[in-house]
């Protein structure tokens, strides 16, 4: 079974900077897709970004630029560092998993709030 912790959420005032963790567990995590998604208040959960098992990363156009993904498969860690951050991040974020091949995401972690402050 897999297990998904994200940690790292907070308040943090505009133009500020968090870096979010996840933590993986029950799958060999070089071979998992892991994504950052978002869900704010009355809002829809939206892509933030994504990093294969190879280590290639990609982002939504709101964060690309701002937002940086990167993996640790020693620590079984992916990371996303978010910097210049917005009202409009403000949001609970939630760390998801697949492996190669499958298109659905049958793993979630439980969220972490950022909160920021203008």
């Known amino acids: 079974q897999v297990q998904l912790v994200e940690s790292g959420g907070g308040l943090v005032q505009a133009g500020g900077s968090l870096r979010l963790s996840c933590a993986a567990s029950g799958l060999p995590f070089s071979s998992l897709i892991i994504s950052w998604f978002r869900q704010a208040p009355g809002k829809e959960r939206e892509f933030v970004g994504g990093?294969?098992?190879?280590?290639?990363?990609n982002y939504a156009d709101s964060v690309k630029g701002r937002f940086t993904i990167s993996r640790d498969n020693a620590r079984n860690t992916v990371d996303l560092q978010m910097n210049n951050l917005k009202p409009e991040d403000t949001a609970i974020y939630y760390c998801a998993a697949r492996p190669a091949g499958v298109g659905a995401w049958p793993y979630w972690g439980q969220g972490t709030q950022v909160t920021v402050s203008s």
């Open positions: 990093i294969g098992s190879a280590g290639s990363a």
